[in-house]
Each structure stands twice: as structure tokens, then as C-alpha cells.
């Protein structure tokens, strides 16, 4: 509030921190704040922030980030000499240098939870087919947004099989649309028990991820009902249907 020069950087971690939190929002307490999250994300809600407004976020915000997922990574020492070699001239090539991807993804995040309402932003969620048009109206957006460079959507769109299943990793997929893309693989079987666990568990991880490769399903969460994969509780023309099915969703 005084100016102090550490305030971008706090600035930063609670954006951070919201951002992280945006990930979870299967917790209820988590979408309960996803409004003021979403706002606290992005760069608007800090235009003339006030100290109420900031106790306020502090207030409603402190008691959810013990929920936050923790990674425990083991501490690593290294005692060697560096010797430094031939110096040569290299240029980098992807994204411009001083990007910074995550937020970058943050931003994009921010602006499709909060607009969901965009045509093509619908068509992403509801696995609709989207053209190039609609991409190029979206690409537009972010650069007169100021969310990205035309460089870095290109990075993204190299790196990620094109733009539209990046922004679907970022939306994931309404669960009717999910469940609608398996309705075929479903038509005229009965399940066992299991079977329909792995289904259902299959379903919920599109409508998390808003796609999925094959090979995820030799993965967890899916190896707790099929240790060995899909072939250890589905006949061999069920799997064909049913990465048929993964295909047609990317």
C-alpha cells in the first residue's frame, strides 16, 4: 500500500496461489471462492487495489491454501568444477526470452472460465467442432488482450498438437459432452461391475482433462481398476471402440 518495491513480487505468489487453487475446483470449498479466485488470478482486480479489498481476499482465501496439493522433491548436492569451454554464438528458437508459459496458461485459464460464454469457447467444452475460424478470432483475442504474443501462441500451437487441444486441456470438457462421446461404445453392452467403474472413471478424467491418450489408461487413476490396462477386464473389439472413441474427441 506504501509502494514498497516487494509488492510485485507478493503480488505475484498470491496470483500463484490462485491460480494453483483454480486447478482444484472438484473441492466445493475451493468452488465456492472460484469468483474472487478467477479475479484474483488476473491482472484487472490489482488495478487501485484497496486495503479492505486485500484483507478481504486474505480472509476468504487463507483457509483454503492448506489444500493445495504438495509435491515432496528430495534435495540433491553436487560438488564439481566448472570448466568453460569454446564460447559460440546460439539462437533460441520458440518462446521469446523472458516468456513466462505458466502465466501465460494462467491468463488464457482466466479468460475461458470467464467467458464462457463465447461461441467457440462452448464449442471446446461441448467437444463441437470448431474451425479454423473461430481459433483465428480466438488467437486475435489474446493478442489484443495482451494475454500473449503471437509467438507464444505459436509455441503453443507446436507444442500441443494445435491451439484448440491446448485450450481444451485448460476448459476440459462439460461431463454431459463427455459422457455423449461414449454413448456408442456404451450402446447395447452390460457392463460388469468394473467395467463400468473404468467407464465412468474414463468419462471423469475427459471432463477434468478434456482429452487423453491412449496410453493414459495404462496409468493411474485407470491401473487401480485394470492394473495391466484396459485388455485385463474389456474383450479386444470393445478397447478398438473405445480408442476410436479417445481419437475422435482429439
Same mark, same amino acid.
Given at each position: 500500500m506504501n509502494g514498497?518495491?516487494?509488492?510485485? +513480487? $507478493? /503480488?505475484?505468489? &498470491?496470483?500463484? =496461489?490462485?491460480? %494453483?487453487?483454480?486447478?482444484?475446483?472438484?473441492?466445493?470449498?475451493?468452488?465456492?471462492?472460484?469468483?474472487?479466485?478467477?479475479?484474483?488470478?488476473?491482472?484487472?482486480?490489482?488495478?487501485?487495489?484497496?486495503?479492505?479489498?486485500?484483507?478481504?481476499?486474505?480472509? +476468504? $482465501? /487463507?483457509?483454503? &491454501?492448506?489444500? =493445495?496439493?504438495? %509435491?515432496?522433491?528430495?534435495?540433491?548436492?553436487?560438488?564439481?568444477?566448472?570448466?568453460?569451454?569454446?564460447?559460440?554464438?546460439?539462437?533460441?528458437?520458440?518462446?521469446?526470452?523472458?516468456?513466462?508459459?505458466?502465466?501465460?496458461e494462467q491468463k488464457i485459464r482466466i479468460y475461458l472460465n470467464t467467458h464462457q460464454d463465447h461461441l467457440a469457447v462452448q464449442k471446446i467444452r461441448r467437444n463441437k467442432q470448431i474451425t479454423a475460424l473461430d481459433l483465428s478470432e480466438l488467437e486475435a483475442i489474446f493478442v489484443e488482450a495482451g494475454i500473449g504474443t503471437a509467438e507464444d501462441i505459436a509455441y503453443i500451437k507446436d507444442t500441443n498438437g494445435g491451439l484448440g487441444l491446448f485450450l481444451r486441456s485448460l476448459t476440459g470438457l462439460e461431463r454431459e459432452a463427455a459422457a455423449l462421446a461414449f454413448d456408442v461404445f456404451q450402446q447395447g453392452k452390460t457392463f460388469t461391475a468394473n467395467q463400468l467403474r473404468f467407464v465412468n472413471e474414463l468419462i471423469d478424467y475427459l471432463a477434468r482433462n478434456g482429452t487423453i491418450g491412449v496410453d493414459a489408461l495404462y496409468e493411474s487413476p485407470f491401473t487401480a481398476l485394470a492394473p495391466t490396462g484396459p485388455e485385463a477386464i474389456f474383450p479386444e473389439a470393445d478397447i478398438d471402440v473405445m480408442v476410436s472413441v479417445i481419437h475422435s474427441i482429439r
Open positions: 514498497d518495491p516487494v509488492f510485485t +513480487r $507478493l /503480488r505475484d505468489q &498470491v496470483q500463484e =496461489i490462485a491460480s %494453483t487453487l483454480l486447478d482444484q475446483l472438484t473441492i466445493p470449498a475451493i468452488k465456492a471462492q472460484q469468483i474472487l479466485l478467477d479475479e484474483v488470478a488476473g491482472d484487472d482486480w490489482w488495478q487501485d487495489v484497496t486495503l479492505p479489498l486485500l484483507e478481504t481476499m486474505r480472509r +476468504r $482465501l /487463507r483457509g483454503l &491454501v492448506r489444500l =493445495i496439493e504438495k %509435491t515432496k522433491r528430495g534435495v540433491v548436492y553436487t560438488d564439481f568444477e566448472d570448466e568453460l569451454g569454446e564460447l559460440t554464438a546460439a539462437s533460441l528458437k520458440g518462446m521469446e526470452v523472458g516468456t513466462d508459459l505458466t502465466r501465460f
